[in-house]
Structure formats: C-alpha cells, structure tokens
C-alpha cells in the first residue's frame, strides 16, 4: 500500500546528510522507521543538483562506473548498505 505525506518544506539537504539521517534513523527489521525518513526525502528532493552532481562525480572514473551495480542498466545504485539502499 503506497502512504502519501503532504509537506511543504523548502529545506534541502545534500545527499551526504540524507546518507548519515537515513543511516541513523532506518532500524533493521522496522519498517516504522522509515516513515521517519519521509521529511529528509522530501528535502533531499528540494535538492535540484544532487543526481546530477553525484553522477558527474561517478563518471570521473567511468571505467569503475556502477560495477557494483547488480541489477539491469537502467538502475542507478546510489547508495548501498545493510539495512536500505538507493
């Protein structure tokens, strides 16, 4: 079931500190924890640059680009750790 949150924060975040917020907040085995992740989303998407600048930032090393990458091309593994991935 998709949950809908209506924010209107202008915040914006990096995607360090969306990293280090998601880090500390998600609990394995508690899906009530992301719910808590919802605000920091939203700011992180208030954040026009970080997909452009994270992947320009990948693409300084094309060779070693998405290699640990183990799902199709189309997806782009921004972060991956124990406990979510993005």
Known sequence: ????YD????EEISFKEFLEIVTKTVKKEDV???IDCVEPLQKL???RTFLSEY???????YVE????NGYSAQTLMLHNSP???V
Do not use: D
């Open 1 to 4: 079931m998709a949950l809908s």
């Open 7 to 10: 924010l209107t924060t202008t």
């Open 32 to 34: 009530s924890s992301l």
């Open 45 to 47: 998407s208030n954040n």
């Open 55 to 61: 992947v320009n930032n990948e693409l300084n090393n």
């Open 65 to 68: 680009f998405q290699n640990n």
């Open 83 to 85: 406990f979510f991935y």
